[in-house]
């Protein structure tokens, strides 16, 4: 009885090994080539088809090796590029691509991190070819769309050339810049253009202050000229009418004239707190305090 439980566990633990070795799940994410004795001899979940799930192989006879069904993204090292106008750019680019063709990636890479090795290098040659023959103008922003498809087209045409299996989605570059020691060359370059420039608006301000400032003196020269003689000619014409006014009232009665004039100088002469004057009693100067407004007149 014993031996009998002993041989139904072996048997078991047999199958279970056995079925182990044989069925297989594939990820719809995923595809998978099954090798026989290093030999790839079939592709399960290719590009275009759908095979994902439970597979079966020979139990002990062949293994399975899978990779990627998605877009990998592969960011590649700095490069320092020479442009064609002699100028040296690191830039950092990144590459997009999908497997689709597992026997080949298989034969020709065997593995995906040989694979990003080998791609960054034919992304590094390209970019080199393309920039080189590009100005640093063009590489940094004027034609840096029509680059990058020119070197997405170089890196397929290369893959395609070598049986990598691959396909080649996108080719970018995530930043152009030059080196740190011709950066901090750019920036006295530019800090220099930007004090020059600010030095020439300057000048052009303080040239346009001046002119304003001398149009300003000017035009407050001309006006208190303009006033001034506006003001003389106006004073000018009241005192002559003044003269006219008392003339006319001179002439209609004399004593009256007198009489208002010595008014006058009474207030001018007496008006002041602190005037002294010696005169004789029977001045002409007091005649209308003792006479009255008829001075005398009968």
Do not use: W
């Not at 090994?17 to 044989?22: D, E, H, R």
């Not at 080199?128 to 940094?140: K, M, N, P, T, Y």
């Not at 003196?217 to 000619?233: K, P, S, Y």
């Amino acid at each position: 009885m014993r031996n009998r439980f002993t041989l139904y566990v072996a048997a078991v633990v047999v199958l279970a090994i056995v079925l182990a070795n044989t069925l297989f799940v594939v990820d719809q994410r995923e595809q998978a080539i099954v090798v026989r004795f290093g030999d790839p001899v079939r592709v399960v979940n290719a590009p275009g088809t759908n095979g994902a799930g439970l597979n079966l192989k020979a139990p002990f006879l062949e293994n399975v090796v899978k990779f990627d069904r998605r877009n990998i993204a592969l960011e590649s090292q700095q490069e320092e590029i020479l442009t064609a106008d002699r100028q040296r750019l690191v830039v950092d680019a990144f590459v997009r691509y999908r497997i689709s063709n597992p026997l080949n990636f298989y034969r020709t890479l065997r593995d995906e991190r040989t694979a990003e090795d080998r791609i960054e290098r034919l992304v590094n040659s390209s970019l080199r070819q393309v920039l080189g023959s590009a100005s640093q103008q063009d590489i940094i922003s004027g034609r840096r769309g029509q680059l990058m498809q020119l070197t997405r087209a170089d890196v397929a045409q290369r893959a395609e050339a070598s049986r990598l299996g691959i396909e080649v989605i996108d080719v970018r570059i995530k930043r152009a810049d030059f080196p740190q020691i011709n950066e901090e060359a750019v920036y006295r370059r530019m800090q220099t253009d930007r004090q020059q420039e600010a030095a020439r608006i300057r000048a052009i301000g303080e040239q346009q202050k001046r002119e304003l400032m001398a149009a300003a003196d000017r035009e407050v020269t001309i006006t208190l000229a303009t006033a001034q003689e506006q003001g003389e000619t106006t004073r000018g014409e009241g005192d002559a009418q003044r003269t006219r006014i008392l003339a006319q009232a001179y002439g209609k009665d004399a004593g009256f004239a007198a009489f208002y004039r010595s008014m006058q100088a009474y207030e001018a002469s007496l008006g002041q707190g602190d005037t002294t004057m010696v005169l004789s009693p029977d001045s002409a100067f007091f005649r209308y305090f003792e006479q009255g407004p008829s001075g005398g007149r009968r």
